[in-house]
Structures are given as C-alpha cells and as structure tokens.
C-alpha cells in the first residue's frame, strides 16, 4: 500500500492543489490507518461499513482522541476512499455511511484595538524588532496567513499602490490592500534591511530575512511574536493567526461585508468566513440600545 499511499499524497498535491502542510497530515493520518488495517489483518481495498465503524471507535473510545483529532482522521479516510473511487480500486465507497464528530464551533480570539495601538507603536530599535514591529502591522493589515507572510517576495509588495500579492493555498494569487501606515513601516524596514545586508554579496529575494539573508521561517515568526507580546505587556500568546483573526472581525465591525472579507481573507466557501460574524456584547448592547424602538 505504501506505492498507493504516495500516489494519494501526489493526487492531493497536483490534482487537488492542497497545500504542503495539508498533505502531510492527511498522508500520516491515512497511513495511520493503513497501519490499523494491517494490524487487523483486513485489506484496505475490502474494508466494508462495519470496518470503518470499527476503525471510528477505537479513535474515539479506544485511544480517547479529541473530537478535532478523530473529525480530521475521518476525513483524511473518506478522501482516501474517495481517491480508490476515482482510481478504480474500488467499486463502492466502504465510508459512505461513515459520520465524521461535530465539531464545536470556536469563536476565534483576537486583539483589541487597545492592544494592536501598542503592539504598533512598540519602540523598536534593533532590525529583529523593527522586522516583527512590520511583520505585526503587515499581518493585521492584510490578514495574511503566515506561509503567505514568508513566501511574500519584494516584487510581490507595492508600497506606491499600497498592495500586496499573496499565494494562498494551493497557490491561487490574491490582491489585497494595505494602507499607507503599513507601506511606510514596509519602507522604514527595507531601510533597515539594506543596511543589515550591505555588506553581504547575495540575500534572498523574499521580504522578511533571517540574521543571515535568507528567507525568515515560520517558526521564527512565532518566537519573534511571542517575544515582541511579552515586550509590549500583552496577556494572551500572540501567534500569526491571531493577527488574521483580529483583521477579519475589526473589518467586520468596522462595517465590511462578507463578501469582501472572504476576497481578502482567501477563502473558498463563505462559510468559513462567516465565523467573524461575531460582535462584541458590548457592542450588541449599545446597538439594541440605539436601534430598538424601546431601548
């Protein structure tokens, strides 16, 4: 099966366009499974509906996994059996009548406008504070994610038009604006950068480098957030997903629409997008107050 396995990943990675972090998960929880068979004796290729019942309760009863952690194994075999379908392994679908758990549905967290004043106007002064001061302004001014961050290269950023070009997942390119603060601190950091490198012959193309001139890592960027957070006396953990959070519900209740967040956000269903729908009560309070005919 492992031949089977890889022509899966690859299916995925070309056919699909799913992206990189994506196929590793989905390959090692379906190699998980594959493993499960073989401890069962059970070909994957005759797995029937009872198997798979089987296979759901020793994750959910069994192993005592998190229902995120059973909900994204149980999607990784329907994909898989899915993939035998069109390959024509298979004649029928044996997770046809598999479920997948609920998932309870989280409200992301996010910053205040308190919180992201001080973050911005943290004094940096060396150029690892002044490239994660821009990191932070860039991140809540384009609601990137971080992959999008670092892969972002110099001809990917105008700063004279005030735009950026990110390539999201399964590498589809989107524009998105940034405004003229974020395009001035860009500037005052590529400043910093041509100094921090003049003496080296060659750097790397992306925006954001690391202490020897190539392309900054994603880990890097969590460590610099978490360091600039502690810094600046912020209470919660800051990560990168937690600036695109605070991007998407500030425009949300700054009064965008949807449909534009779901344009900048990079999202392919509307759905998701619609869990920045959230208010604050506070603000909910003052609107009913404001709006309603007895408030």
Not at 254 to 261: E, N, Q, Y
């Amino acid at each position: 099966m492992k031949a089977l396995l890889e022509d899966f990943k690859n299916h995925l990675s070309f056919e699909r366009q799913l992206s990189p972090n994506t196929v590793a998960a989905y390959g090692a929880d379906v190699e998980s499974f594959l493993e499960y068979c073989e401890a069962n004796n059970k070909d994957p290729l005759l797995a029937d509906p009872a198997f798979l019942d089987q296979y759901n309760y020793q994750l959910r009863v069994v192993e005592h996994l998190q229902t995120s952690s059973v909900f994204r194994k149980t999607e990784a075999v329907k994909c898989f059996y899915k993939f035998l379908l069109i390959e024509q392994k298979i004649n029928q679908d044996p997770t046809r009548f598999l479920k997948s758990p609920k998932l309870p549905q989280t409200i992301p967290h996010q910053l205040t406008r308190e919180e992201m004043n001080r973050l911005l106007s943290y004094p940096a002064e060396t150029f690892e504070e002044i490239r994660t001061v821009t990191i932070v302004d860039l991140l809540y001014a384009a609601g990137l994610r971080v992959s999008e961050l670092i892969n972002l290269r110099l001809e990917n950023v105008n700063i004279k038009e005030g735009w950026v070009l990110a390539f999201g997942k399964g590498g589809k390119q989107r524009f998105v604006p940034i405004h003229r603060e974020a395009c001035q601190r860009i500037e005052n950091y590529l400043r910093a950068r041509e100094v921090k490198f003049a003496a080296k012959s060659t750097v790397g193309s992306e925006l954001f480098l690391n202490k020897n001139g190539r392309k900054l890592s994603r880990v890097s960027v969590w460590k610099d957030l978490a360091d600039l957070g502690r810094k600046a006396n912020i209470s919660q953990p800051l990560h990168p997903h937690l600036f695109r959070h605070t991007f998407a519900s500030h425009l949300l209740q700054g009064g965008a629409d949807l449909r534009s967040l779901q344009e900048m956000l990079g999202h392919a269903n509307l759905t998701t997008t619609q869990i920045y729908t959230h208010l604050d009560v506070s603000d909910l309070k003052n609107k009913h107050k404001k709006f309603h005919p007895h408030g």
